[in-house]
């Protein structure tokens, strides 16, 4: 579930505005916004670290259900990397060459 909150809220981060040699150049009216970049950038440390939390969980269910039963644990444990993979799939494919095309 806290995986899942992580990758809604990646949904509306700019990745071109993440990177420290851009600090908005990519707004709507063109010009260089450096609030926006940072509201980026904390959105993303945030969604970052939502994820860690659910590696955490993940870990924790996974050492409580091995005295009895180890595979919802693992299970959880692989879903949660699936995830972050998806997310830093999606991310990556809004990102926008600086140069243009």
Request: glycine fraction near 8%; include cysteine; charged fraction near 10%.
């Amino acid at each position: 579930l806290v995986a899942s909150v992580a990758f809604i809220i990646l949904v509306f981060v700019n990745p071109n505005q993440i990177s420290s040699d851009d600090d908005g150049s990519y707004n709507m009216m063109g010009g260089s916004d450096p609030a926006t970049a940072n509201r980026n950038r904390g959105v993303f440390f945030f969604a970052t670290m939502l994820y860690f939390v659910s590696i955490g969980l993940s870990i924790w269910f996974l050492v409580d259900d091995f005295k009895h039963n180890q595979w919802p644990g693992l299970a959880l444990l692989f879903q949660i990397i699936l995830c972050i993979g998806s997310s830093a799939c999606f991310v990556m494919s809004k990102k926008v060459p600086s140069e243009g095309f």
